[in-house]
């Protein structure tokens, strides 16, 4: 009677009774046990998967073309992030790049020149890639541009792998309007891969420190200062920025022009991380690369270290985390204005990370970004992946959006003109362009937009006594060429580079002398 009674109260009289000791023991080691199991199956998994990424990443590197002069040896005497700490200047920048490149020279001059690469080498003189044989200077190095009397003073700083060539003409533009121009040589860079392949991102960014000072002291008080970053430096440009929040010891400059910046790059790239770990017991050392090929760009590397990477994307780490403690803080206001040029189609950065990591996050009135869409009117515009940049286009239609926004698309659809659809505030206006795509172009690339199409290295148009990248048109079998197939297909040069240029001046001239009239078009 009593069990019935406790039955109907939803009751068990055997649950109240405890649980002699021995038993609770049982079941706490049980429980235990389970949880030793879980755990040593997980790490079994674990190593089965790591064992199985090594031996996957090490037969790859084993495929790769055998390793040269360049991939192994490198100038010695390279900016460290260390030099910025025991007080370098930027003079004293500029004398031990010098040495670097006499480095270079001799490393060039000796050893390598017994390397057997062919005709196609910018590590060996004789070639018509040497980057000697066009200009006067070589614009893989630090140049200086300086205005008498300045009106401003722009740094410069070009993308990963690249040089400071990449950001010539805009340079070349800007010293002829009274600017003082440097053009800083990110350290790694513009020498051989080899260098890159020990930079380190904290080393970038101390060089970018060391050329605003030196950019500082170049140009009278309170004169403007402005950088560019293009791609890597774009990322190095907006970090430099937004670490001079706070800190008035620093030169700041009244506004950033970010050219396809790398805010955000894939998340995959975090398997990097993997590599100085693995590396070292591997036992190869071209596990060291993920690509290996001729060196036939006298202004960017063609093989790519994985440290590249890496360093790549602990930049962008770091760098959202910052953006993040400004936005927290509610000093994204306290940031430069911001003009970014960006490809909606792009391989390299994540073209959603520069709007949801920075430019959505900026105050209104704080950032404008040119858009340019795929070629509409391509015939070629059904075998695309996907719809590129009509997720952006939508932002033309969304409220309270902080940035000014121009997309530049097609018009009618199967016609070839284009128009600028642009968007300040709540303000609407929409532009024709005299302008229009070329033949069987069907986007732009993350490495066109600074690069004008007469450029006689990577332009579409003209000739060159160099090898003209950006003219190769070739046709053969699959597999045959040395180089890469995706070099003879990715756009290198700008069709609408006038336009752009003009544009990212205006904006930079409003900045130097507020009073200056409007350019006449948005932006």
Not at 156 to 180: I, K
Not at 357 to 365: H, Q, S, T, V
């Amino acid at each position: 009677m009593i069990d019935a009674a406790l039955e109907r109260q939803g009751m068990d009289w055997r649950a109240s009774i405890p649980l002699p000791m021995p038993a609770r023991s049982r079941l706490r080691s049980r429980a235990t046990r389970i949880a030793l199991y879980a755990v040593l199956n997980l790490t079994v998994i674990s190593l089965i998967v790591a064992f199985t990424v090594v031996r996957v990443w090490v037969a790859y590197a084993r495929s790769l073309p055998d390793l040269n002069g360049w991939h192994v040896q490198r100038p010695p005497d390279e900016f460290r992030a260390r030099d910025e700490a025991r007080g370098e200047t930027f003079d004293q920048y500029l004398a031990r790049e010098e040495r670097v490149f006499d480095q270079l020279d001799r490393l060039c001059r000796g050893p390598w020149s017994a390397e057997r690469v062919g005709s196609y080498c910018r590590f060996q003189a004789a070639s018509p890639c040497f980057p000697g044989h066009l200009f006067e200077r070589n614009w893989n190095r630090t140049f200086v541009l300086e205005a008498d009397p300045p009106r401003a003073g722009a740094l410069l700083v070009h993308g990963l792998s690249d040089s400071p060539y990449s950001l010539r003409s805009l340079a070349l533009a800007l010293h002829a309007r009274g600017v003082t121009v440097i053009g800083l040589r990110v350290p790694g860079h513009g020498t051989c891969p080899a260098a890159l392949a020990r930079a380190t991102c904290e080393d970038w960014s101390a060089a970018v420190r060391v050329a605003m000072r030196g950019l500082a002291e170049r140009v009278p008080p309170r004169t403007p200062l402005l950088m560019v970053g293009y791609s890597n430096g774009g990322a190095l440009s907006v970090q430099y920025a937004a670490e001079t929040v706070g800190d008035p010891s620093r030169p700041c400059p009244v506004g950033l022009v970010l050219i396809s910046p790398m805010i955000g790059i894939t998340p995959l790239a975090g398997l990097t991380e993997l590599y100085p770990a693995v590396t070292p017991f591997s036992g190869e050392p071209k596990l060291a690369w993920s690509a290996v090929q001729p060196e036939i760009d006298p202004f960017k590397y063609s093989s790519w270290p994985i440290n590249a990477s890496l360093q790549g994307y602990r930049l962008t780490q770091i760098l959202r985390a910052r953006l993040d403690a400004l936005a927290a803080a509610g000093r994204m206001g306290e940031l430069p204005t911001i003009l970014a040029v960006q490809s909606a189609a792009d391989s390299t950065v994540v073209v959603g990370a520069l709007v949801d990591e920075l430019m959505a996050k900026l105050p209104p009135g704080g950032g404008e970004l040119i858009l340019f869409d795929i070629n509409r009117a391509s015939r070629l515009e059904g075998l695309l992946k996907r719809d590129y940049g009509a997720d952006l286009a939508a932002s033309l239609s969304k409220e309270g959006m902080p940035y000014s926004l121009t997309l530049v698309t097609g018009g009618e659809p199967g016609t070839p003109g284009l128009i600028a659809k642009s968007r300040r505030g709540a303000v609407r206006s929409e532009e024709a362009l005299t302008m229009s795509w070329p033949r069987d172009v069907f986007s732009l690339s993350h490495v066109a937009l600074s690069i004008a199409p007469d450029d006689p290295v990577y332009g579409s148009e003209g000739d060159s006594p160099l090898l003209p990248l950006g003219r190769l048109h070739a046709r053969g079998e699959h597999g045959v060429l040395a180089i890469s197939e995706g070099l003879l297909m990715r756009l290198r040069s700008n069709p609408f580079h006038a336009w752009t240029q003009d544009k990212i001046l205006a904006w930079m001239e409003a900045r130097i002398d507020p009073n200056a009239p409007a350019s006449g078009g948005p932006p």
